[in-house]
């Protein structure tokens, strides 16, 4: 009898379970989507086509009411921050009527798929907004038109195939990360002389898409960030203002030797996972005293490539490394004055592993770079 009811409850404890993973299937946020499936019992699923979007998303959470009257009821409207409107996580589909007020429009992790200009009639003081991880396929220019004071963008993890035109001028920060963008617009970037920061990793783009001067107007970016896509070529028309540039996962073969000569400010150069060969890197190109951080990691360099004594870190592991010389590397002379610490190079951390090459570290490696913490071989 005991057993009877034992097996009867644990029974029914299943179906519970199934009912509710069933039941909580349909609210994963689109984040989620990538990570292993929720289980479904086979049984329970019917048989025919998978319900049409939009159909399967859930319905937007509704908010307590607020204390702003113009607050939308999909998003939450903090006492404290009234210049922020709160509509993350909130499966929506569409942007809400945004409130005067609104400086911080934050709409990350929602199912939006098109933007379009009303809900911003009367958005004039938009300064940021966070559109992240939604399903954004098209944006209207009208909308940049009804927030001209904006300052950061962020659209990462969308579904866009182009940069969307008419961006404000006033724009400082555009994140359009992890979309499908294989198409830059003649003057998408034009007149963004005051855009800091430019995030295009994880797209489609090839050397034609960014063209010759696609990025040229932006005259005071600092941070470029092209990693994952199909370039073959050093981006062409980099503004010298760069402080950053990250280009890693390309199949970039080739530097020109003069291609940094005018960087006065680049002190980060990322270009791992691409397919340079000594061929492609002429031996003084990385010769720049502005550069901190270099990371060529995952290439097929055979030589070091020779860089200034102000490089702290240097990555150069899995590459086709055979032997390192020192002498050759140090980039000042051993019987210079080594008691003028400007002379002594900076480099700090050095990765030399996935190389052909065994301990133990050469000791002339040992005496020029003196302020070597680590060194990975
Ligand atoms: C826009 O603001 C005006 C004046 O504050 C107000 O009368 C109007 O209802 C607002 N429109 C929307 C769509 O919220
Ligand atoms: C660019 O930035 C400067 C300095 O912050 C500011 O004075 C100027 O108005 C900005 N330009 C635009 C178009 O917003
Ligand atoms: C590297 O740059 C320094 C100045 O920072 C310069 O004195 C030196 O000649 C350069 N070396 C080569 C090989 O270009
Ligand atoms: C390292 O390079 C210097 C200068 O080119 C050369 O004289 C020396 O023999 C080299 N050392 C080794 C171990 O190959």
């Known amino acids: 009898m005991k057993t009877g009811v034992g097996l009867i409850s644990s029974l029914l404890l299943f179906f519970l379970m199934g009912a509710v993973f069933t039941q909580r299937t349909p609210q994963r946020k689109p984040s989620g989507r990538r ?3 929720p289980f479904v019992p086979k049984r ?8 049409q979007e939009p159909t399967d998303f859930p319905p937007p959470i509704l908010g307590p009411p607020s204390i702003f009257p113009d607050c939308p009821r999909e998003c939450l409207c903090h006492p404290s921050y009234p210049n922020s409107l709160n509509c993350e996580n909130r499966n929506l589909r569409a942007v809400p009527v945004i409130p005067l007020r609104t400086h911080y ?7 939006i798929s098109q933007l379009t200009a009303e ?23 009208q909308v940049f038109e009804k927030i001209p004071g904006l300052l950061y963008f962020y659209a990462q993890r969308n579904q866009l195939n182009e940069v969307p035109s008419g961006l404000p001028t006033s724009l400082e920060q555009l994140r359009l ?3 499908h963008i294989s198409k830059i617009p003649a003057g998408a970037f034009s007149k963004l002389g005051n855009l800091t920061l430019l995030d295009l990793h994880y797209n489609q783009l090839s050397d034609s898409a960014l063209g010759k001067n696609a990025l040229k107007d932006l005259k005071n970016l600092m941070q470029l960030n092209l990693a994952h896509n199909t370039l073959k070529k050093m981006p062409a028309g980099v503004p010298n203002s760069l402080i950053q540039l990250f280009l890693d996962k390309n199949r970039i073969d080739d530097i020109p030797k003069d291609y940094f000569k005018d960087f006065s400010h680049l002190a980060f150069v990322r270009l791992n996972y691409n397919q340079l060969s000594d061929k492609g890197v002429p031996k003084a190109v990385f010769n720049m005293s502005s550069l901190l951080d270099l990371q060529l990691a995952h290439n097929q360099l055979s030589v070091v490539p020779l860089f200034n004594n102000h490089l702290e870190h240097l990555h150069l592991n899995h590459n086709s490394i055979e ?7 140090c980039p000042f002379s051993m019987t210079a004055d080594l008691n ?11 990765r030399l592993d996935g190389n052909h090459l065994h301990p133990p570290i050469p000791r002339d490696i040992v005496m020029c770079f003196r302020n070597l913490h680590s060194i990975v071989i």
């Open 105 to 111: 429009l934050y709409l990350q992790n929602n199912y």
């Open 340 to 350: 003028d610490d400007s002379l002594v190079p900076r480099l700090r951390y050095l």
């Open 177 to 179: 990360d992890r979309n």
């Open 44 to 51: 329970v699923v019917p048989a025919g086509p998978e319900p």
């Open 119 to 141: 809900p911003f009639n009367n958005a004039t003081e938009v300064r940021w907004v966070n559109l992240a991880n939604n399903r954004i396929k098209r944006i209207d220019k």
């Open 323 to 329: 032997s390192i010389n020192g002498t050759e590397l």
């Open 35 to 37: 990570a292993t499936k």
